[in-house]
């Protein structure tokens, strides 16, 4: 019998999946339905990295799941589903922690689209799917928000009036499952700098950073949506509040235009107006791209530096995410110019994408640690089933 929990993370058109062991941290296989659609692609791979041949209806989440499920069970025909952990990027003002899902969680889960609505409803729907897929089979929801429910009031809040923040208009902070996965890592390999000071730098399509104190998230780049703080892919980050009443009385655009060109049009594409892919930016040779890149770079170091005395100091400078993990060029300009706190990198150390890329001499710990949020949900599945590697 192979027991196992299944983690989801659906998105728009995609439903990224890992199907890990009941007692073991390494997957099974790992995949990826994009596209999903007319144009539906599912990529799946075991632990090994050899493909596993998957067709199906990729038209709908629900076609999707079904089609991995039928792959999965064809490479493991007594396969045995304990759990399915799925990625919620809401969970509200008050849940810091995974919660196994009924219909009451399911119906507040869905009162909260209105915070986060190009999400939410998408992670919803992999539930739903999940459910009418293998129904009794606990669905154990975790929130990329649940990590940051430490914040103190002067790091949760607006100078708005109080009554908005009562009902739900404060920082909630994103990429927590990201943030929850490195405190963890840091605190089994590197205890001194996980009781410490440190900001994580989750950098790729979507970026934030994180102030971590003793494990605890103290602030973080984003609020109250996911477009706060750092620019990104093809969101803005920060934006003075200023700009969208002017896009609204003076441009005439909707709540929904101005939606799209925050989420879809701006960011490192709408800058270079080449890509939003750092990759294709590093490798152009234009001055849009250049200045992109740019922008990106220091709004990185402004905000170190401002978690950085949201801390009181800092003992260590952590980099993960897409372009965080693989991104020397980026590592080392958004370190180029920290030296006053500390921070010096050993370029034959970034180059090798080593896991410690700080100078001997340097006062301030420099580490790339890959994120792995996949594992995070899985061991929270099990959690919630009571599951143990003895019991397992």
Known sequence: MTRAVLTLNAGSSSLKVALFPANGDAPLATGLAD???????????????????????????AGAMAAVIASFRAEWPDLDLLAIGHRVVHGGADR???????????????????????????????????????????????????????????????????????????RYGFHGLSYDYIAGELASSAPHLAEGRVVVAHLGNGASMCGIQNGRSVASTMGFSALDGLPMGTRSGQVDPGVLLYLMDQKGMTAAQISDLLYKQSGLLGL??????????????????????????????????????????????????????????IRARICERLGWMGIEIDHAKNAGNDRVISSDLARTSVLVIPTNEELVIARAARAAVGLTKEAA
């Open 96 to 170: 810091a922690a995974p919660v196994t899902v009924d219909d009451a969680v399911l119906n507040d889960l869905e009162r909260l689209a209105p915070f986060a609505p190009l999400h939410q409803p998408h992670n919803l729907a992999g539930i739903r799917a999940a459910i009418a897929a293998f129904p009794g089979v606990p669905q154990v929801a975790c929130f990329d928000t649940a990590f940051h429910r430490s914040h103190p009031f002067v790091n949760d809040t607006f100078a708005l009036p109080r009554a908005l923040y009562d009902e739900g208009v404060r």
């Open 272 to 329: 270079s107006g080449l890509s939003n892919d750092m990759r294709t930016l590093e490798a152009a040779n234009t001055p849009h791209a250049a200045e992109a890149i740019d922008y990106f770079v220091f709004r990185c170091q402004r905000e170190v530096g401002a978690l950085a005395a949201a801390l009181g100091g800092i003992d260590a400078l952590i980099f993960c995410g897409g372009i965080g993990e693989n991104s020397r060029l």
């Open 35 to 61: 596209k999903v659609g007319p144009d539906g692609v599912l990529k799946l791979k075991d632990a090994a990295g050899a493909t596993i041949e998957a067709a199906g209806d990729l038209t709908t989440h």
